[in-house]
């Protein structure tokens, strides 16, 4: 006789199921969503579409026909990475290659391991690595907020502040001669900078971050120490010499930041179990962020940072483990 019924991660001690959580979650992305198709008009919506109905459809034909196992669109959970795989391109992408992206996302890097709960690594954060790494040029041709948001082409291009950062004192130039380059702070937080979707607004991914910590879909330690550690080891650079190290609040508004720290480095399946795991976690993507940042090819360390923690998390698990139930009796 069966007493247990085993199944797949995430096992959550909580009141609400595991499609309400995941609902909840694209709920906290309409703040983000909203601003973006605000900046850049249609290109984002089109992009958003795209992503949302490749994710769901791929999901769909392998649960049905590969896996032979019923489909489970309902949960959400292929809405979520659809929304974040386009979050974390431009909206000039050409659709074909973001399909690409979003297969990669749900049939290697999620299907492939048996679908939700059982993925190592996050799926939206594996489709935008593939798709940088295959498409590096137009995965790093970033618009500028649109004036007129009924244009779908045509739209101008420009670097991310991190870019104009990184270019700037790779060639010689202080952050003083950058400084007019550099959006204002304010804009930074509130929106109408140029890059991927889900970083032209700090604010509106907090909006949705304390839905979520309302909600109790995620707890304060991820978000908390991978941004208190940016700050910081930022911090700490820009006192040592701030002609070449720019000012660690820079480092908390400009890229995708408070995306990966809010929404993608809080995935429940990618990130571990107890609270002082988490705190771990949050303080090695922080840590190696910087170091992507500041001294690694790339301008942007997020995805990275994340993914590598991701293949981190078993470790973390191991070592941080849950209290058990009950006492081991010795025998």
């Known amino acids: 006789m069966q007493l247990l019924t085993v199944s797949g991660s995430p096992h959550l001690h909580a009141t609400q199921p595991v499609h309400k959580i995941m609902w909840g979650v694209v709920i906290a992305l309409i703040p983000a969503m909203l601003v973006s198709f605000w900046y850049f008009g249609l290109g984002a919506i089109e992009v958003t579409l795209v992503a949302v109905l490749a994710c ?24 979520i990475t659809g929304l ?43 489709g ?34 991190l870019g104009i950062v990184k270019e700037g004192i790779k060639n010689g130039e ?29 604010l509106a991914i907090l909006i949705g971050g304390i839905y979520m910590l309302w909600k109790r879909i995620i707890t304060w330690h991820i978000p908390v ?41 809080t995935d429940m399946a990618t990130s571990p179990m107890t609270y002082s795991g988490m705190l771990v976690y949050g303080v090695g993507c922080g840590v190696l962020t910087v170091l992507i940042r500041v001294w690694g090819a790339y301008p942007e360390g ?4 994340i993914l ?7 470790l973390i698990n191991k070592g941080f483990k849950p209290k058990r139930f009950g006492e081991v009796i010795a025998q």
């Open 56 to 79: 769901t459809l791929t999901e769909y034909l392998i649960a049905r026909f590969v896996l032979k196992v019923e489909p489970s669109l309902r949960d959400g959970s292929a809405v």
């Open 84 to 126: 974040l795989l386009a979050f974390n391109v431009p909206s000039s992408i050409p659709w074909w290659q973001l399909v690409i992206g979003a297969i990669f996302a749900i049939a290697v890097a999620k299907m492939s391991f048996g679908g939700l709960g059982k993925n190592p690594f996050n799926p939206a954060l594996a």
């Open 128 to 161: 935008r690595v593939f798709m940088l790494i295959s498409f590096p040029v137009d995965m790093t041709t970033w618009p500028v907020p649109v004036v007129n948001r009924l244009v779908l082409t045509d739209a101008v291009t420009g670097p991310t502040s």
């Open 174 to 202: 202080s952050l003083t001669q950058l400084a007019s380059q550099i959006p204002s702070y304010m804009d930074m937080f509130v929106g109408g900078i140029g890059g991927s979707l889900g970083e032209v607004s700090a």
């Open 225 to 265: 120490s991978y941004l208190l550690t940016v700050l910081a080891f930022t911090g700490i650079l820009w006192l040592i010499d701030p002609g070449i190290y720019i000012d660690p609040v820079f480092h908390l508004l400009a890229g995708g930041l408070m995306l990966g720290a809010v929404f993608m480095a």
């Open 302 to 305: 997020v995805s990275f940072a």
């Open 308 to 314: 590598i923690m991701n293949a981190v998390t078993p």
